[in-house]
């Protein structure tokens, strides 16, 4: 699929403000998958992007139908409707439109939370949300300069400022949330306290 199409395609399903993040959220991921020598296609970046929150608008039931109908893990259910539009979109990219590319797939599945050893493409789409020019979180200065030097470590730094911001919600966090900050700590050489 060409990736104008893809646009016309995923517009009628967002709002205007959530379309132009998507589009930030190409552009963003189409720099970091050239600044760190992605090995796929520039293509399949920009079309990761612009899917990666067509599910986001659709309703609560049908998110809900969807888990219930699919191989999608139950325990979703059990956790913030926020977390549901990943893994729904995933399947509504391929029953809709035939996209089956598993590193699109895994990138649009697992932008909310991060899990564990995340692809190179799962990482720019999670770490390109996060860091849009549209965003203004908390430590995002300090995000932005590391995504310039080092992929993982600013991956990392988006698990730790989300488990941080969501602890201080006091809400429940879902264990790929989790799975993704252990792991990328590790990759980054793990912590004083890791060490016996
Ligand atoms: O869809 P976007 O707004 O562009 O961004 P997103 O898909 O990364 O995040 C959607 C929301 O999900 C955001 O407000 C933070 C929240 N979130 C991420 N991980 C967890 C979570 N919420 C809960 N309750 N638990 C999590 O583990
Ligand atoms: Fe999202
Ligand atoms: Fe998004």
């Not at 932005?144 to 006091?170: G, P």
């Not at 429940?172 to 912590?191: C, K, Q």
């Amino acid at each position: 699929m060409k990736v104008e199409e893809a646009k016309k395609l995923v517009k009628p399903h967002l709002t205007t403000a959530r379309y132009e993040h998507t589009l930030r959220v190409a552009e963003t991921a189409v720099q970091l998958a050239q600044r760190y020598a992605y090995e796929g296609s520039i293509e399949k970046v920009a079309l990761a992007a612009i899917f990666h929150d067509y599910a986001k608008y659709r309703p609560l039931d049908e998110m809900k139908r969807w888990i219930t109908e699919s191989f999608l893990p139950k325990d979703l259910l059990d956790y913030h409707h926020e977390l549901w539009h990943g893994p729904v979109g995933s399947i509504l990219i391929d029953r809709e439109y035939g996209i089956n590319d598993p590193e699109i797939r895994e990138a649009i599945y697992y932008h909310t939370t991060g899990r564990a050893n995340m692809g190179k493409l799962e990482m720019i789409v999670f770490l390109a949300d996060y860091i849009e020019p549209g965003r203004n979180f908390p430590g995002l200065d300090e995000v932005r300069e590391m995504a310039q030097q080092d992929l993982v470590k600013a991956c990392w730094m988006v698990s730790r400022n989300n488990i941080d911001y969501l602890m201080k919600q006091e809400a429940t966090i879902y264990p790929d949330t989790f799975h993704a900050y252990n792991d990328l700590t590790r990759h980054n050489g793990g912590n004083t306290h890791d060490k016996k």
